[in-house]
């Protein structure tokens, strides 16, 4: 059974998940901004031993891909590459947005009566977002978004669209009052959801290049250019 570890550094949460085949054995997390440098290898090393297994034993490292935070997905992909460099073990990149969804959907009753739209912060009124099914196949691309009042407005017509993360709240304000539009608070990124969706990639032999494989950014951190308006 495939032992993979997990990251998730794409925002101010910084986490690692073990997880033997579908079976999650551990997970830390802080929620304390510019944590990630000083501890994500503590905290591997010390998720590692109390799950009573050794690094050279990972089958795989999976890291939470973007978007997010420039600097945070910077860290997580130098520490993955490193130990799949260290350790000769593949690589494998899940979405940052799809990860997020994964804990709502499997929260929903009937999942397959929404739709879901995982929401970054991107500052001002913009943020990182896509539109799901239950099944995470995206119904909007990911991309970055300025939020109006008319956002959303075609796909809310037609069925009711939950709305959860750090940029979701931004996006409130503008619906109140429509039963179509539906917001979850506190939905943290995690490892978990990420060592997940990456055990499903592992069966399919899904893994990145880990000498060219670089973070999606999404947008270019000096990018003065315009942003869409959904």
Known sequence: MPLLLSLETSSTVCSVALHRNEQLLGASELQI????????????????????????????????????SYTGLRIGSA????????????????STLHSLALQVIKATPNPEQYLFCPMLDARRMEVYTCLLDHELNE?????????????FNENLQSKQIIFFGSGAGKFKQYQEGNPNALFIDDVMLSAKPVGELAMR???QGL?????????????????TGSTKQA
């Open 79 to 94: 520490t993955a590459k490193g130990i799949c460099y260290a350790l000769d073990k593949p690589l494998i990149s899940v």
């Open 201 to 203: 990639k592992y069966e």
């Open 33 to 68: 901004e510019k944590s990630h440098s000083s501890h994500i290898t503590v905290m591997i090393n010390q998720l590692v031993e109390n799950c009573g297994a050794e690094l050279k034993q990972i089958d795989a490292i999976a890291v939470s891909g973007g978007p997010g």
């Open 207 to 223: 893994f990145e290049d880990v000498a060219y494989y670089e973070p999606f950014y999404l947008k270019d951190v000096y990018n």
């Open 139 to 151: 119904v909007l691309p990911i991309e970055p978004v300025v939020l109006t009042a008319e956002s």
